[in-house]
């Protein structure tokens, strides 16, 4: 009886030896892995509560919730206030049915039906604790594809689910938003060290936009990575008035643009310029690759082109030699990876300046040669230079134009004078006679007899005569 005795004992000295052992493993797990989603497998990628400011929501739905506590090392433990004020740390943890784990850096505690309500968390916590939640209320997530590339456009399908059943409630459905997150891992080694964190798209169950049916409680929809590449965290976060849950996958790198641009620019106005897509991932088939875009030329006008699958590895695509200035192509990748995944990318913009080459006529060509042979002909003697004569300009006689208007104006005023007047050119110029004949003077009586004007014209000139004054 003893012995058997001694043998419970031992094997209940075993079992508790086992489970400290576990114990310490889960934590090494937690410390090895920052993130805390190693704890426990099933809930790796499961549901969390987000902690702010050190305060968290307990919904009443939920059954258990483990909470990992990240604080800086040699700092005491943390303790956790309920919402009706009490308080549970390490010391009394037992007593209240609450298992807590206390090491130098973190507090791992897990609690079973944890009473509803805002609760906090006093200590000096490090933002990468985390809040896992084992309850009915559970938001699922699918799974990126491994190989991201940079502006990709990536589906995403989420499930809001009560009891596994999908939330489709009226109340609900106005409310549930889920936001896709990207956060930076703030790694030298990558591009997007110091990105922070990237809010890329809210998907709704509206059956709007990408979403494929309203109310049946399935988020699907689409978003593109436009963002540096880098390593990145997905983080989908769906809230409600009531509770909160958020699920964080694991990190993922996001790689460059597969695809890399060659010009080759026209050198004669008649040519053509030539841009080849050239696929630098590997991950690519390049003889699955479809491109379509548009290109703006310099002018603005835009022309639209497609580049369809061939066995080709390269795509060409010949542009106009239109005008000079810029030249923009946008365009869009369909393509397959190597296994067999479609992708969908919008390549960067791509640009190039060009500049028209006008031709050179033949005659000023055949000139140019000559010239160029005389050049090269000619002894060092240096060659008299003749300069052209240049022909002096005559100027238009303007002064002679308008004397000439002046005169034909001139005579015509006068000949249309001369017809008014009733005159001739010898009365005009004629000399009128007003002095008094002198023979007749000289001698009144003599000649012969004249006519009665005459003979009137010397009576009154006898008559001017007798007016003089008598001799006293």
Known sequence: ???????????????????????????????DDPAGLSLLPDLAAKNQIPLFDNRFRIDYEVEEITMVFFRKRGSASVILVRPDGSKINVVN??????????????????IKKPTPGPWQALGQILPESKIMVLTDIELKVDPLPDHLMTGETIKVTATLTNGGKPIVAKDFRDLLRLDVLFISSNDAKYDNFGAGVIELTTLADDGRNFDERPRDGIFTGEFKLEMKPGLWQPKFVVKTPLYTREVTQEPVILHKSPISYEVAQATKAEDL??????????????????????????????????????????????????????????????????????????????????????????AAEEGAQSAQSSEVAATPVAAPVIEPVVEEEKS?????????????????????????????????????????????????GSGDAKTTSSGQKNSKSNDILELSMPDD
């Open 396 to 444: 238009f006689p303007w002064v002679l134009v308008i004397l000439s208007n002046i005169i034909i104006l001139g005579g015509g005023g006068f000949a249309i004078w001369m017809v008014a007047t009733d005159r001739s050119f010898k009365t005009l110029f004629s000399k009128k006679n007003n002095s008094m004949d002198l023979e007749t003077l000289a001698m009144p």
């Open 93 to 110: 943890a037992r007593k209240q049915d609450v298992d807590w784990y206390d090491d130098q850096t973190y507090d791992l505690i897990k």
């Open 273 to 362: 310029h030539w841009l080849t897509f050239k696929v630098t991932d590997p991950m690519i088939n390049p003889q699955s690759v479809a491109l379509q875009g548009k290109v703006r030329f310099p002018n603005n006008e835009v022309q639209s082109f497609t580049l369809g699958e061939s066995a080709e590895v390269d795509k060409k695509l010949k542009i106009v030699n239109y005008a000079s200035g810029t030249y923009k192509v946008e365009s869009t990748l369909f393509a397959q990876t190597v296994n067999g995944r479609d992708v969908v990318i919008t390549l960067p913009m791509t640009s190039f300046v060009a500049e028209v080459v006008e031709p050179v006529p033949v």
């Open 1 to 31: 009886m003893a012995k058997l005795i001694h043998l419970l004992l031992l094997c209940f000295s075993l079992q508790l030896w086992a489970q400290d052992a576990t114990t310490k493993t889960e934590t090494q797990q937690v410390v």
